[in-house]
């Protein structure tokens, strides 16, 4: 199948926002205020087909351009130092857009195989690439007694006020789910980590919010350059991680904005709500702390009033409690040696239930929180 083209690009955004497809001065601020990161995917692919850019314009597609730079040249020296560790996306899609086209890169996401090796990882970017600011750690609960996994996202402190920062994000499990019904798993279904992995990872962003334009045509530029093999295993490991309506609707995007063929997507035999009733059935309590904390990081449906009644529980919920190692955790920088402080390279954090803090975590015995960084 043959790739996109610039003129693919253009027509996905009159596509997709028709009220402003006939005034590009419209579809500017549009796109600037629905979906700023496919800014740069569309002002390239304007400058591609012809049309005359202004300068400033072509200034920003030039730092576009050299953030796809820098990103590059930091995931390939951290491949060759770690060649365990699999990029996510990013390159692997940038490589596959229409020619001179910009695809936005904000950070560069890894997975790693253990806990140990995220840390020598986090080491080696602090040290020799400068990236010594813990901007996110979490840790998420697996079933079954099983190991927790950890998330870690650092940045290097910008060369200017107004610069964006590198940022990387280290996981050690392939597949995070939605901290709920979508479970997170250590590696994906199958063999390696090819190009239905990584459309696997597009077809994830679902799970955080709707798809936009940057999702399609990621999804699009994968899709084509998938053989029949490789897209029937793409639609096995949708099933089996629970996704396969995700997956579906973001061919139904793909083909209703022109980027595709029509491909079909059969019917998954249990549906993420069938999941959900499985686990309540495996651990009622467990599941429903899950489905409200969910709220913490993810849309949906009475999204604030769950985060509410999430925080009204977690407020009673001992903060040592075994029942939180399967629960999200987010890491707030202290100094101490309490059993719920995670020791890092980084620092101590307190491993809290909330984005919001709790008196009863200001009462555990021997946290101070007066130095946090």
Same mark, same amino acid.
Do not use: C
């Given at each position: 199948m043959t790739r996109l083209t610039a003129d693919h690009v253009v027509e996905l955004a009159r596509s997709w926002f028709p009220e402003a497809a006939d005034n590009p001065h419209t579809m500017l601020g549009v796109l600037r205020k629905r979906t700023p990161a496919f800014v740069p995917a569309w002002l390239s692919?304007? &400058?591609?087909?012809?049309?005359?850019?202004?300068?400033?314009?072509h200034a920003e597609l030039a730092t576009a351009r050299d953030r796809v730079t820098t990103m590059r040249a930091l995931? =390939?020296?951290?491949? +060759?130092?770690?060649? =365990?560790?699999? *990029?996510?996306?990013?390159? /692997?899609?940038? &490589?596959?857009y229409p020619a001179g086209v910009v695809r936005t890169?904000? &950070?560069?996401?890894?997975?790693? *195989?253990?806990?140990? #090796?995220?840390? #020598?990882?986090?080491?080696?970017? $602090?040290?020799?690439?400068?990236? #010594?600011i813990v901007k996110a750690l979490s840790a998420f609960g697996a079933d079954d007694g099983g190991p927790v996994g950890l998330l870690l996202s650092l940045e290097a402190p910008p060369v200017h006020p107004l610069a964006q920062r590198v940022n990387v994000e280290i996981t050690t499990h392939a597949?995070?789910? &939605?901290?709920? +019904?979508?479970r997170p798993r250590r590696t994906l279904p199958g063999d390696g980590f090819g190009l239905p992995e990584q459309l696997l990872m597009i077809v994830a962003?679902? !799970?955080?919010? *709707?798809?936009?334009?940057?999702?399609?045509?990621?999804? +699009?530029?994968l899709q084509r350059e998938l053989?029949?093999? =490789?897209?029937?295993?793409?639609? +096995?490991? /949708?099933?089996? !991680?629970?996704?396969?309506? %995700?997956? /579906?609707?973001? $061919?139904? %995007?793909?083909?209703?904005?022109?980027?595709?063929?029509?491909?079909p997507t059969p019917r998954p035999r249990r549906t993420v709500l069938g999941r959900g009733v499985a686990q309540v059935a495996r651990g009622p309590l467990v599941a429903a702390l899950r489905h409200l904390q969910r709220a913490e990081a993810f849309p949906g449906?009475?999204?604030?009033?769950r985060r509410w009644m999430w925080r009204a529980v977690e407020s009673v919920l001992p903060t040592a409690a075994p029942l939180r190692r $399967?629960?999200? /955790?987010?890491?707030?920088?202290?100094?101490g040696t309490a059993p719920e402080v995670l020791r890092t390279p980084f620092g101590s954090f307190l491993m809290v239930g909330s984005a919001a803090v709790g008196e009863h975590w200001l009462r555990v015995p021997g946290v101070d929180f007066e130095v946090a960084q």
């Amino acid at each position: 199948m043959t790739r996109l083209t610039a003129d693919h690009v253009v027509e996905l955004a009159r596509s997709w926002f028709p009220e402003a497809a006939d005034n590009p001065h419209t579809m500017l601020g549009v796109l600037r205020k629905r979906t700023p990161a496919f800014v740069p995917a569309w002002l390239s692919a304007l &400058d591609v087909t012809g049309v005359a850019l202004r300068p400033e314009h072509h200034a920003e597609l030039a730092t576009a351009r050299d953030r796809v730079t820098t990103m590059r040249a930091l995931t =390939e020296a951290l491949v +060759a130092k770690f060649p =365990e560790a699999q *990029p996510l996306k990013g390159v /692997a899609v940038v &490589d596959r857009y229409p020619a001179g086209v910009v695809r936005t890169m904000n &950070d560069v996401d890894v997975v790693v *195989p253990d806990i140990r #090796t995220l840390w #020598t990882l986090a080491e080696w970017l $602090r040290d020799e690439l400068g990236l #010594t600011i813990v901007k996110a750690l979490s840790a998420f609960g697996a079933d079954d007694g099983g190991p927790v996994g950890l998330l870690l996202s650092l940045e290097a402190p910008p060369v200017h006020p107004l610069a964006q920062r590198v940022n990387v994000e280290i996981t050690t499990h392939a597949w995070l789910g &939605d901290a709920g +019904a979508v479970r997170p798993r250590r590696t994906l279904p199958g063999d390696g980590f090819g190009l239905p992995e990584q459309l696997l990872m597009i077809v994830a962003e679902r !799970l955080e919010g *709707p798809f936009g334009l940057k999702d399609v045509l990621d999804g +699009a530029v994968l899709q084509r350059e998938l053989s029949a093999a =490789e897209s029937e295993r793409l639609v +096995a490991s /949708a099933a089996e !991680l629970g996704v396969l309506p %995700h997956l /579906a609707e973001l $061919r139904r %995007h793909i083909t209703e904005h022109g980027l595709g063929p029509d491909l079909p997507t059969p019917r998954p035999r249990r549906t993420v709500l069938g999941r959900g009733v499985a686990q309540v059935a495996r651990g009622p309590l467990v599941a429903a702390l899950r489905h409200l904390q969910r709220a913490e990081a993810f849309p949906g449906p009475f999204a604030g009033q769950r985060r509410w009644m999430w925080r009204a529980v977690e407020s009673v919920l001992p903060t040592a409690a075994p029942l939180r190692r $399967r629960l999200w /955790a987010y890491g707030v920088p202290v100094t101490g040696t309490a059993p719920e402080v995670l020791r890092t390279p980084f620092g101590s954090f307190l491993m809290v239930g909330s984005a919001a803090v709790g008196e009863h975590w200001l009462r555990v015995p021997g946290v101070d929180f007066e130095v946090a960084q």
